[in-house]
């Protein structure tokens, strides 16, 4: 099993929809949860974090965390075509000795005009 | 501004030639990390430093080499003995989180080396 489990897309959504990521993770200690963007041949661009259970918000971007059920998701309100990327998850752990954050293999959106 | 910067942008080799990578910061970050990225693939870790002088090999450090002698700077190197060197390799930094237990990255431009 696989740390940080991503499906691997791609996802295509019409222009206007609402855009559903989601992202699963094996270690109950993990503490953090990102969501990176990454356009194609570009390095990722974090674009929300999250700590606690629940929702949270920023403009068009909503994450949603469940720790019980280790589940993270990303939903893209009003998707444009500009919202067309890889959208890599990334969860922190706290092994001894420092942290540690694993990185999915992204999932590919396609946001359709 | 502030930010990574990574050089050079795109760097191509000859097979059995040692190459290093630049990572550059300006954002005041103790924490740098070198990433490999293969198509399709996520983010492997090659190596980490938290604190100047001092690093950690990561997930897949075999055939790499790094320095921290400076707060603002993480050069990469790619020897000989890297089997598979080509990919797209990228540069991140970070700053303590607010709660104390975790940490945001932000990454550079990336290089993408490819060795013939």
């Known amino acids: 099993q696989k740390e940080v489990e991503q499906n691997s897309g791609p996802l295509s959504v019409p222009e206007g929809a609402i855009a559903s990521l989601n992202c699963t993770y094996s270690d109950r200690g993990s503490q953090s949860f990102f969501w990176y963007r990454q356009y194609s041949g570009k390095s990722p661009e974090l674009i929300m974090f999250?700590?606690?259970?629940g929702d949270k918000e920023d403009g068009r971007f909503t994450a949603q965390l469940n720790k019980a059920s280790q589940y993270v998701s990303l939903l893209i309100r009003d998707s444009q075509p500009s919202d067309s990327a890889t959208y890599l998850c990334a969860v922190t752990q706290r092994p001894r000795g420092g942290f540690k954050t694993i990185f999915g293999a992204g999932t590919r959106l396609f946001v359709k005009a | 501004d502030g930010g990574i910067t990574q050089s050079p942008k795109y760097l191509f080799r000859k097979e059995g030639q040692n190459v290093t990578l630049s990572c550059e910061q300006n954002?005041?970050?103790?924490?740098m990390y070198w990433y490999r990225q293969d198509p399709g693939q996520g983010l492997r870790l090659i190596y980490y430093s938290q604190i100047v002088n001092d690093f950690q090999k990561g997930d897949i450090a075999e055939g790499y080499s790094v320095s921290r002698e400076k707060k603002e700077s993480f050069p990469l190197t790619v020897t000989s003995a890297q089997k598979n060197p080509t990919a797209f390799y990228l540069c991140?930094?970070?700053?303590?989180?607010?709660?104390?237990?975790?940490?945001?990255?932000?990454f550079g431009p990336g290089t993408r080396l490819t060795v013939t």
């Open positions: 954002l005041n970050h103790d924490a």
């Open positions: 999250i700590y606690s259970n």
């Open positions: 991140a930094s970070s700053i303590p989180s607010r709660t104390g237990g975790s940490y945001e990255q932000y």
